[in-house]
């Protein structure tokens, strides 16, 4: 932030301009430590192009002449600082692997045919279109080895990394509309371990006995030394993990009378997270609430209240543990 004492008013005769590159994880971090959060850290907390430090600092300086009757007296331009800041990377690419990931498409514009493969020259067109630099590493004769380096531009230096991202470039700039439809192979039916089949087991039979299932949040206050704290969550309130389900079952049981509701009858399957000198540990746990009158709703009374049961919560819990 600027100072009052630096900050430009009206009677500003002097302006020191600087166009500087900051690394966009320290802004990211200090500006969530400090809880200040800015349009600068907005904008340099996703990255900027260093390559264009120089182009902004020149745009920068004409406008303030042209619309503020400024006049330039003196500047200073370290090229080798901003050449040691300019990111490079170069991504060798496969083009059988461009065939095998896209497959055929259905209009081919030098071609006019259908079946055939995304021909070599649009590739290279589409990648020299995005900025990047094409050279060859390997055979260019065919199909099955012919291997790329790709140089990346500083502006997309954040985002292509992999071969994988040039492919979804050349799809994207392709377009979507001229692959191919293609029906999927025959996959083999899938199938529940052991363990999801016995939690599936589990939720059917507590659903079967009248139990409604729960789900909470795995957050929750920092309150023992047991609990694991995350290093950098967005509200205090939610910034450790749950040891039990207990908690959240009488908040929704207390929640429910609040609300006229009545007493609640339920249960919640979840995992639980805990530290200790062997350090952290989670578990899969089950909890479960019952209170007030179980044989509310149904006919065996005549409408008529039982004045000797009263609304006193019963829980079970932890009824069982996966390893």
């Known amino acids: 932030m600027g100072g009052e004492a630096t900050e430009v008013h009206a009677g500003t005769t002097a302006v020191m301009l600087e166009a500087a590159y900051f690394e966009a994880a320290a802004i990211r971090k200090s500006a969530r430590s400090q809880g200040l959060r800015t349009e600068a850290s907005a904008r340099y907390e ?16 004409q406008l303030m002449v042209e619309l503020a009757g400024a006049q330039l007296t003196a500047q200073v331009i370290d090229r080798t600082e901003i050449g040691t800041i300019t990111p490079t990377r170069t991504v060798p690419l496969r083009i059988q692997r461009v065939h095998e990931v896209l497959g055929t ?25 995005l900025g990047c630099e094409v ?38 700039l392709y377009g979507y509309n001229h692959f191919a439809n293609t029906l999927p192979q025959a996959a083999v039916g899938g199938y529940l371990s052991p363990e999801a089949a016995l939690s599936q087991r589990l939720r059917a039979s507590m659903r079967g006995a009248g139990l409604t299932e729960l789900i909470h949040y795995s957050l929750t206050k920092p ?35 609040e609300q006229g509701n009545g007493p609640l009858n339920g249960f919640e399957r979840g995992r639980v997270f805990w530290q200790d000198d062997a350090g952290i540990h989670e578990d899969d746990v089950v909890g479960g609430i019952l209170g007030g009158d179980a044989r509310q709703g149904q006919w065996v009374q005549g409408g008529n209240r039982s004045p000797s049961l009263g609304l006193r919560p019963r829980a079970f819990w932890r009824l069982f543990s996966s390893v």
């Not at 498409?105 to 279109?129: K, W």
């Not at 099955?144 to 790709?150: A, F, H």
């Open 46 to 61: 996703r990255g900027v192009n260093p390559a264009e430090l120089e182009l902004a600092c020149q745009r920068a300086i």
């Open 105 to 129: 498409v259905t209009n081919i514009e030098s071609q006019g045919s259908t079946g055939a493969f995304i021909p070599r020259d649009r590739i290279r067109d589409i990648l020299t279109a």
């Open 135 to 172: 050279t060859m590493a390997g055979s260019d004769t065919s199909d099955t080895d012919g291997i790329w380096q790709v140089q990346i531009p500083p502006y997309r230096y954040q985002d292509l990394e992999r071969e994988i991202d040039l492919i979804e470039e050349v799809a994207r």
């Open 223 to 257: 309150e023992s030394p047991q609990q694991v704290v995350l290093a950098n969550p967005l509200f205090s309130e939610y910034s450790a993990l749950r040891t039990d389900l207990i908690d959240g079952l009488l908040e929704a049981f207390q929640f429910n009378l």
